[in-house]
């Protein structure tokens, strides 16, 4: 099924009719959609652990999308984004079939925890998951071979970890075609080329030929109506760019860049522990040389001030939160922009400044 989004959204299956979705035990017809309790596990009681799974099968034949979310149980952005398309959108002219997952780790979920509590495994790092194998791997199998597998394109959303928070951002191996177009077709303004470590829902449903994305917005334990509003737009313009919502376009995030190797970029880190006063946010442009953050000690002697400053000029694309480091903690994610893309960039942050113009700032309204 794979082959499909190879053509021009306007010839997707135009000679084919639609088929209905099977997994393990059941089956969605064309035009119809279902709300799934699937058992992937079992409690230490031998009760079902059961993760919430919508399937909307369009009437028209086109490709199949899964949007997954809380693969980390305490990344909640992602579950809004994923339950709004499910149920808040209008499907009627669907063509395709979306698959929706917004609580993989239900584990992780239950407990507000990044990874299962389970021997703290990270389910994003178990797939493509094995039959037999370890609790993770075995709940990572059933949730790809039943609702992964079948697809033709992925979304699966992140929020950054505990104590810190990103700007919105897609994840990508920008030298896969496929993956680049999807990447491409999400309009954020900011791509981080790789291809993601192993284990990852993303890289292993790639391995497999269903190009996939993550998308990293925000901070852990929060709804974030901007960024789920921004990553909204982005899942309306994957769904225009592959067909699956013939009346809507394409969207262009008025600028973008993609890190890859030859930028620069650091995760700046603490050479002091102490307390963190930060002074520049997510999503803002700092020049080479200005002050991003001091730590402090906790009577704020003088002497002991340890002032972290800019070593390029860049855009802040992760920051921590919680304020407080030990030596060696992340303090900031600073990426380095083409000249032309620093000009853009510039240039929106003017105009957004003097309100002329609201529609091309989103990412800077985070
Ligand atoms: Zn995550």
């Known amino acids: 099924m794979s082959d499909d989004i190879d053509e021009p959204p306007d010839s997707n299956g ?47 034949p086109g490709p199949t999308v899964f949007l997954s979310a809380a693969a980390h ?66 709940m990572a199998h059933q949730i790809f071979t039943n609702f992964i597998e079948p697809c033709d394109i992925g979304l699966d959303f992140h929020t950054s970890t505990r104590g810190r928070t990103n700007m919105l951002h897609v994840r990508a191996n920008m030298e896969n075609q496929k993956v680049a177009r999807v990447a491409k077709a999400f309009s954020s303004n900011v791509i981080i080329a790789g291809e993601g470590p192993s284990g990852t829902l993303r890289r292993e449903a790639t391995a497999v030929g269903i190009p996939t994305i993550t998308i990293e917005m925000g ?14 737009t982005g899942v309306a313009s994957v769904l225009a760019e592959f067909g699956l919502h013939p009346e809507s376009s394409v969207h262009w995030p008025g600028w973008r860049t993609i890190i890859d190797d030859d930028n620069e970029k650091t995760w700046i880190r603490a050479d002091a522990g102490g307390i963190v006063d930060m002074k520049r946010g997510r999503s803002e442009l700092v020049k080479e040389g200005e002050v991003i953050c001091v730590i402090t000690n906790p009577f704020k002697e003088e002497e002991d001030i340890v002032t972290v400053e800019a070593p390029f000029t860049g855009l802040i694309v992760g920051v921590l939160e919680n304020p407080v480091v030990y030596p060696g903690n992340p303090l900031c994610h600073l990426v380095g922009l083409t000249p032309d893309t620093l000009t853009a960039l510039e240039r929106e942050r003017t105009m957004e400044h003097a309100g002329s113009d609201r529609r091309i700032s989103e990412s800077a309204l985070e």
């Open 14 to 60: 135009a000679d084919r009719t639609a088929e209905p979705f099977t997994y393990n035990g059941g089956r969605v017809d064309p035009g119809e959609s279902a709300n799934i309790r699937y058992g992937i596990s079992e409690t230490y009681l031998g009760d079902p652990v059961r993760i919430p799974v919508t399937v909307i099968n369009g009437e028209h």
């Open 73 to 138: 149980g305490d990344e909640l952005n992602g579950i809004e984004v994923v339950r709004e398309v499910a149920h808040d959108w209008d499907h009627s002219n669907l063509h395709g079939t979306l698959i929706c997952l917004p609580v993989m780790n239900v584990h992780g979920f239950l407990a507000q925890e990044r990874y299962l509590p389970i021997y703290d495994r990270d389910l994003n790092r178990s797939f493509p998951g094995r039959e037999g194998s370890t609790s993770a791997r075995r």
């Open 219 to 232: 901070e852990a334990h929060r709804f974030q109506r901007q960024l789920i509003d921004r990553a909204l």
